[in-house]
């Protein structure tokens, strides 16, 4: 059985960081599209980051910078390093694999940015 396993959320002042984690297990995530997401409460969930199997990486336009992917592939972790973090990324932020008809999403992390 497939798990993307989320950490690293938790309660941060405005302009602060956090970094968040993805461990995978059974799949191997360099061999994915691997992505982040988030989901703010009333809202959709929305595409924030991703990063292809070949290394190539993609951001949403609100990353403005602020915000990198990265992968370990010898810890088989997905990342997501955010940084200048403000009220509106206040999220569950969830991570994702996709390979050809197959995805899979972890359950979720809460970010919450307020003073």
């Known amino acids: 059985q497939v798990q993307l396993v989320e950490s690293g959320g938790g309660l941060v002042q405005p302009g602060g960081s956090l970094r968040l984690s993805c461990a995978a297990s059974?799949?191997?995530?360099?061999?994915?599209?691997s992505a982040w997401y988030r989901q703010a409460p009333g809202k959709q969930r929305e595409f924030v980051a991703d990063m292809s199997s070949g290394g190539t990486v993609k951001y949403a336009d609100f990353v403005k910078g602020r915000f990198t992917i990265s992968r370990d592939n010898a810890k088989n972790t997905l990342y997501l390093q955010m940084n200048s973090l403000a009220p509106e990324d206040t999220a569950v932020y969830y991570c994702?694999?996709?390979?050809?008809?197959?995805?899979?999403w972890g359950q979720g992390t809460q970010v919450t940015v307020s003073s």
């Open positions: 994702a694999a996709f390979g050809g008809t197959a995805a899979f």
């Open positions: 059974t799949i191997f995530v360099n061999w994915y599209k």
